[in-house]
């Protein structure tokens, strides 16, 4: 039996002279959105050594914007 769901999902990346260094990505279940996952990945991995303090910071504020999209989508279900 197909089980379909909605999502939201935010994506954003650290990028430095046009590359790619770090992926960020936040997925959060329209019907449950408490429920969210978190994920980041490498782009290039010689870029985001010279540059780990930048998405360190950068991860950080991707994080707080998904969480304010995830508080958007809870107080939206809730009305």
Not at 12 to 29: E, H, K, L, P, R
Not at 32 to 45: A, F, K, Q, R
Not at 57 to 64: N, P, W
């Amino acid at each position: 039996m197909l089980e379909t769901t909605k999502s939201i999902t935010l994506n954003g990346n650290s990028t430095f002279d046009g590359v790619i260094a770090q992926t960020y990505q936040a997925v959060i279940d329209s019907n449950v959105p408490e429920n969210m996952t978190l994920s980041n990945w490498i782009g290039d991995y010689a870029v985001y050594k010279n540059h780990r303090i930048e998405c360190s910071t950068e991860r950080s504020q991707f994080e707080d914007k998904a969480y304010e999209l995830q508080e958007e989508a809870i107080a939206e279900k809730t009305e």
